[in-house]
């Protein structure tokens, strides 16, 4: 019985499912900065590539650097 | 914001964005204003990190030593991505390094930048800067208050250089009092 608790408990533990989280939320911001920085090389605005990216002009401003 | 800030926080600011450009950053951070206030001249900061028997070369060594953020490529796996291929052709695109932050060739298209933008912990640091000035209720922000601003933001990289060179946060703080003691009143 104290087995299959320990199962159950192992599998309700979210940890993994975080980490995992967290390395892919990692990844997809290293990402995002080089395809940023080259549509910005390629002339687009902050306003197409927020609009690639589905999020506010704004965001990606603030988050991709001003004085650009 | 600039206005309340000492000559010599100023000069921390400037002197960080010649090393943070330097070190080829993409933004700036706390770091690198706390290698600008260690190489400040006579500033509170440099006077501080004497007392704890530390110079601005070993902050800068330290703030270089950060390791970046590194991908999880034993979690990425489990997700069923293969972090080798993506790191492969995200090479293939944007050249060496590309991955883990080394940074692209500039195009010709791009204009240097006049500045480096601050990072969010950059700001929260200047910011915290401020807070304990108002505490203390000291007239300006110098470079004593930004150390002991890193202090309390102890999940910064800034914060983790302090604690690479042996720093405790007590120690730190003692420092500053001493420095501030020691200086014409502000």
């Known amino acids: 019985m104290s087995d299959l608790l320990a199962t159950a408990a192992a599998a309700e533990d979210p940890a993994e499912g ?11 911001d290293r990402l995002e900065a080089l395809h940023v920085a ?5 002339g687009w605005s902050w306003q197409d590539v927020a609009a690639a990216l589905g999020v506010s002009r704004q965001a990606v401003h603030q988050k991709h650097g001003r004085g650009r | 914001m600039f206005e309340r800030f000492a000559h010599e926080a100023r000069e921390a ?15 700036f951070g706390a770091e690198h204003v706390l290698v600008g206030a260690a190489r400040g001249h006579d500033s509170i900061a440099a006077r501080a990190l004497s007392r704890l028997g530390v110079d601005a070369d070993q902050v800068e060594s330290a703030v270089r030593g ?37 940074r ?6 791009r ?26 209720r000291h007239n300006r922000i110098d470079t004593g208050h930004v150390l002991l601003a890193i202090v309390r933001l102890d ?32």
């Open chain 1, 18 to 28: 975080l980490r995992a989280v967290r390395a892919l939320r990692a990844l997809a």
């Open chain 1, 38 to 42: 080259r549509a910005r090389d390629l």
């Open chain 2, 13 to 27: 600011v400037v002197q960080g964005q010649v090393v943070a450009r330097a070190m080829g950053a993409e933004r």
């Open chain 2, 66 to 102: 950060l390791p970046a953020e590194h991908l999880d490529a034993g979690a990425l796996a489990a997700l069923g991505i293969d972090l080798d291929a993506v790191r492969a052709q995200a090479e293939a695109r944007f050249g060496p390094g590309a991955l883990d932050g080394v």
């Open chain 2, 104 to 109: 692209p060739q500039a195009s010709s298209r």
């Open chain 2, 111 to 136: 204009r240097p930048r006049s500045h480096l933008p601050f990072d969010a912990g950059g700001r929260k640091t200047l910011e915290t800067a401020l807070r304990e000035a108002v505490r203390l």
């Open chain 2, 155 to 186: 999940d910064l990289p800034a914060a983790r250089v302090l604690e690479s060179l042996g720093l405790a946060p007590g120690d730190v703080d003692d420092a500053v009092t001493a420095a501030w003691a020691d200086s014409p009143a502000a």
